[in-house]
């Protein structure tokens, strides 16, 4: 699929089957997800790879939104480190580039995913950051659910009207 055709064709998948996804693939994604941009080239994320399904199961019961992980098998947790990027606005930025490039990948190999959203919510935050025993400079952004679709979602219309100006406002 090239670029064009992936980013087309992206939608969010809520239902997964539980078939392992190979490391081949999810080395690539990890790739695919370090390629984002960064503001300042700071690069201040980190990837939490989540396969182990006691803890898979662990943020399933945290999160209010996050029940695709009852077969999703893989979970990626990206999370922004302010020891390297102090501006909480560049984290989420940065994050949230690399979270794209994850959903993306994933897609672009035969796989489907969602994005799952942590920044903000403090109660969400607070969860993950005791599931995964975070350091206080370890910031959770988001999530993204990774599997074999195991549905196919229904169209979606973008919006267009008044969304784009050429030239002015
Ligand atoms: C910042 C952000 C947070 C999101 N949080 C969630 C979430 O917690 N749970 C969920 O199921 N989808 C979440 N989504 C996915 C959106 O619901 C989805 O992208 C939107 O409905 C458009 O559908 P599409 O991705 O198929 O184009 C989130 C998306 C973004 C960008």
């Given at each position: 699929m090239d670029a064009i055709q992936t980013i087309l064709t992206r939608r969010s998948i809520r239902k997964f089957k539980e078939t392992k996804i190979p490391d081949k693939a999810i080395n690539k994604i990890i790739e695919c997800a370090l390629s984002a941009p960064s503001a300042r080239n700071q690069q201040p994320c980190h990837l939490i790879i989540v396969n182990e399904r006691k803890l898979l199961n662990a943020i399933m019961e945290a999160h209010p939104n996050a029940k695709m992980l009852d077969k999703a098998p893989l979970a990626i947790i990206i999370c922004g480190d302010t020891n390297i990027e102090p501006n909480m606005d560049y984290i989420a930025l940065d994050c949230a580039a690399m979270t794209q490039n994850i959903l993306l990948a994933t897609h672009a190999l035969g796989l489907a995913g969602v994005?799952?959203?942590?920044?903000?919510?403090?109660?969400?935050?607070?969860?993950?950051?005791?599931?995964?025993?975070?350091?206080?400079?370890?910031?959770?952004?988001?999530?993204t659910a990774i599997g074999y679709a195991d549905e196919i979602p229904a169209p979606i219309e973008r919006i267009t009207e008044g969304r784009i100006h050429y030239n002015k406002f």
């Amino acid at each position: 699929m090239d670029a064009i055709q992936t980013i087309l064709t992206r939608r969010s998948i809520r239902k997964f089957k539980e078939t392992k996804i190979p490391d081949k693939a999810i080395n690539k994604i990890i790739e695919c997800a370090l390629s984002a941009p960064s503001a300042r080239n700071q690069q201040p994320c980190h990837l939490i790879i989540v396969n182990e399904r006691k803890l898979l199961n662990a943020i399933m019961e945290a999160h209010p939104n996050a029940k695709m992980l009852d077969k999703a098998p893989l979970a990626i947790i990206i999370c922004g480190d302010t020891n390297i990027e102090p501006n909480m606005d560049y984290i989420a930025l940065d994050c949230a580039a690399m979270t794209q490039n994850i959903l993306l990948a994933t897609h672009a190999l035969g796989l489907a995913g969602v994005w799952i959203g942590v920044y903000n919510r403090k109660e969400r935050e607070a969860e993950i950051r005791k599931i995964f025993n975070l350091p206080h400079n370890i910031i959770p952004i988001s999530i993204t659910a990774i599997g074999y679709a195991d549905e196919i979602p229904a169209p979606i219309e973008r919006i267009t009207e008044g969304r784009i100006h050429y030239n002015k406002f």
